[in-house]
T-cell receptor, first 113, second 113 residues
Framework: NAGVTQTPKFQVLKTGQSMTLQCAQD?????MYWYRQDPGMGLRLIYY???????DKGEVPNGYNVSRLNKREFSLRLESAAPSQTSVYFC????????????FGNGTRLTVT | AQSVTQLDSHVSVSEGTPVLLRCNYS??????LFWYVQHPNKGLQLLLK??????LVKGINGFEAEFKKSETSFHLTKPSAHMSDAAEYFC???????????FGTGTRLTIIP
């Protein structure tokens, strides 16, 4: 049981380059999330998708776009990377019932130079 | 609005001694509260959750937490620390009817041999 799978694990970009972070879950969960983790700031929600076909902004959406491709997959795109987007990105999923916990991937460490 | 404050950014304890990681929350409604653990280069894993049933919640690996409404606290404890407990711990709050979670800034637990 793979759970939540994120690719790539590491990425280095130059300012202005674009890239897409991929996330897939095999638990048949309705909700999927993208977070970024920065030292001393905990996790901050970028975007989330409560169900296939819907996406909503979180706390820090600027500079990002998302696509809920199907129930399994939720991708995060950086159109023009900036050094401020250097961070560790986590994808998570849950079954949306109240109190259901999040299941996290192992993260993507992104550096923008 | 909801918020979480983890009172210590770093806690060090000797192996075999008790662990106390402190968390205070602010919530307009009856909240759900979670503790997650993150080992180096890994995603977050659920330790335990409070969902308005018993106020003392038992989790994995010998951890437990007590919900105290009068003190708006949800501190995490373990009677005897093990080297494998060294990790970062996050307290998380979720309000009823709101799927968004608010993360604390984390407490790094160091275990001294």
């Amino acid at each position: 049981n793979a759970g939540v799978t994120q690719t790539p694990k590491f990425q280095v970009l130059k300012t202005g380059q674009s890239m897409t972070l991929q996330c897939a879950q095999d638990m048949n969960h309705n909700s999927m999330y993208w977070y970024r983790q920065d030292p001393g700031m905990g996790l901050r929600l970028i975007y989330y998708s409560a169900s296939e076909g819907t996406t909503d902004k979180g706390e820090v959406p600027n500079g990002y776009n998302v696509s809920r491709l199907n129930k399994r997959e939720f991708s995060l795109r950086l159109e023009s990377a900036a050094p401020s987007q250097t961070s560790v990105y986590f994808c998570a999923s849950s079954d949306l019932s109240y109190n259901s916990p999040l299941h996290f991937g192992n993260g993507t460490r992104l550096t923008v130079t | 609005a909801q918020s979480v404050t983890q009172l210590d950014s770093h806690v060090s304890v000797s192996e075999g001694t008790p662990v106390l990681l402190r968390c205070n929350y602010s919530s307009s409604y009856s909240p759900s509260l979670f503790w997650y653990v993150q080992h180096p280069n890994k995603g977050l894993q659920l330790l335990l959750k409070y969902t308005s049933a018993a106020t003392l919640v038992k989790g994995i690996n010998g951890f437990e937490a007590e919900f105290k409404k009068s003190e708006t606290s949800f501190h995490l404890t373990k009677p005897s620390a093990h080297m494998s407990d060294a990790a970062e711990y996050f307290c998380v709050v979720m309000n009823f009817g709101n799927e968004k979670l608010t993360f604390g800034t984390g407490t790094r637990l160091t275990i001294i041999p």
